[in-house]
């Protein structure tokens, strides 16, 4: 076969191709790349149209909405699968089943919600994808509309003149990008994850009391604490979580608010898509998500976005804190290693798993209650200074609930101080909190 003949000096036809190229010098020139259709005939110019239909046709099946959940979902289970996740035995099953029933016994005497009454199930990490990916799609769907809206703001006018049909297939590109990051950051979660609500945020529709089994068992190794306490100090959680969110209806909506609000705020790094997307097999679905693995979002430093995550970070303290006061109630007296698995549960929301910081590296969302133990200190003042009725009260309208300025002040909250001053001097704060945890934390020594 013959040889083309080289270029002879002076002959810029190749550059003009190149200027002909309206993608030229975006994110998407190498996405075009990535998928086969980088160039016209010859190896330059604009994009092969024809040929990117077909490579995107192949790796994308059809799908409706923003983002690509078929996939999101697929992409989690294989991540899942990646390690051992048997299902759980009829046993597994009874014995989450007994520790639900004797945790909603202990919490009838710590808190004044009734029981949810959700039925007691094991869970395997892939049953607990299963049951949460409608939840997941609620929470990550306003960041999708981002993703998208960005990804087409970032072609050129001449660009989007140019690619026609093109654009709807863009948008389902991005779709499907972002479904993989989701469906790898919540399967890298599902390897972490105690229970249905272990993140703070409800992700299922209270029917069930879940734990998810192999997690349980894995984090109970090295406390040296009996499996059977581990299992029950869990089904406290679990069953004091849906209590809260089965009585106060307005917490989930008022939880995703702030998600929400926080997303606003969401940017989405192209740069880091051009990257990946330069070194990307489109016939390799496991590279394309080793190649996204860094995350495409980065949050933007405004006063908006600083202020609707302080809310957001607020909000998953009180339900935290909330749980960790009624739980410490409900134990007293009656679980010696309570005092030690309250303290490892604190130190492990409080600092996030690997899996937590992958799935905020991915999707762009943390969900930390950094102020946990501020939290359960107020909830902790208000039911010592009044009662149980006092401190559950305080649920009844999102109003009512303590702000981060509380946090700082959990006896002048507990006070009932309306005049913005604080109530007592710092050597009276000091000494208060300190005698109030002191008072706590005795029966657990």
């Known amino acids: 076969m013959a040889e083309p003949p080289s270029k002879r000096p002076g002959d810029d036809s190749g550059d003009d191709d190149n200027q002909q190229n309206p993608f030229a010098g975006t994110p998407f020139e190498q996405i075009f790349a990535a998928f086969g259709g980088g160039a016209g005939a010859g190896g330059s110019g604009a994009p092969d149209f024809s040929a990117l239909l077909q490579q995107v046709q192949q790796m994308f099946t059809p799908y409706e909405g923003t983002v690509n959940w078929r996939l999101a979902k697929d992409t989690a289970r294989s991540t899942v699968a990646q390690q051992a996740d048997p299902s759980p035995a009829p046993s597994d099953h009874a014995a989450v089943d007994a520790a639900v029933r004797l945790a909603d016994l202990w919490l009838d005497t710590a808190c004044t919600f009734a029981a949810a009454g959700g039925r007691a199930v094991a869970w395997s990490r892939a049953e607990w994808v299963e049951a949460t990916m409608g939840a997941w799609q609620e929470v990550v769907e306003p960041m999708a509309g981002h993703l998208t809206g960005a990804m087409q703001k970032a072609i050129p006018q001449e660009a989007a003149a140019m690619a026609g049909p093109m654009m709807g297939m863009l948008s389902q590109a991005g779709g499907s990008m972002f479904g993989a990051q989701v469906g790898q950051g919540v399967g ?8 249905s609500t272990d993140i703070g945020i409800p992700l299922t529709d209270g029917s069930h009391t879940a734990l998810v089994l192999a997690n349980a068992r894995a984090f109970a190794e090295g406390l040296d604490v009996d499996e059977s306490d581990v299992l029950l100090y869990l089904a406290l959680r679990e069953c004091a979580h849906q209590r809260l969110f089965h009585h106060v209806p307005w917490l989930r909506s008022h939880l995703m608010g702030a998600v929400e609000d926080y997303g606003r705020g969401l940017t989405i790094d192209l740069s880091r898509i051009e990257e990946a997307m330069g070194s990307l097999d489109p016939s390799n679905l496991e590279a394309m998500q080793e190649a996204l693995s860094g995350g495409l979002f980065v949050p933007e430093e405004t006063e908006a976005q600083r202020a609707a995550l302080q809310r957001l970070e607020t909000a998953l303290a009180l339900v935290e804190g909330w749980v960790d006061d009624v739980v410490g109630q409900a134990t007293r007296d009656r679980m010696p290693a309570a005092g030690k698995l309250q303290e490892a549960v604190r130190r ?18 943390e969900l930390r209650p950094r102020r946990l133990r501020d939290a359960a200190a107020l909830w902790g003042a208000l039911r010592s200074v009044k009662d149980l009725d006092a401190r559950d009260a305080v649920w009844a309208h ?8 509380d946090l700082d002040d959990p006896l002048g909250f507990s006070a009932g101080d309306d005049d913005g001053e604080t109530a007592t001097t710092d050597a009276e704060f000091d000494a208060a909190l300190e005698a109030l945890l002191s008072r706590e934390d005795e029966p657990d020594q």
């Open 188 to 195: 890298a979660l599902a390897g972490e994850v105690l229970s």
């Open 348 to 365: 492990r929301r409080a600092a996030g798993g690997p899996a937590e910081q992958t799935f905020a590296s991915l999707v762009g969302l």
């Open 398 to 405: 999102p109003d009512l609930l303590p702000t981060s300025a």
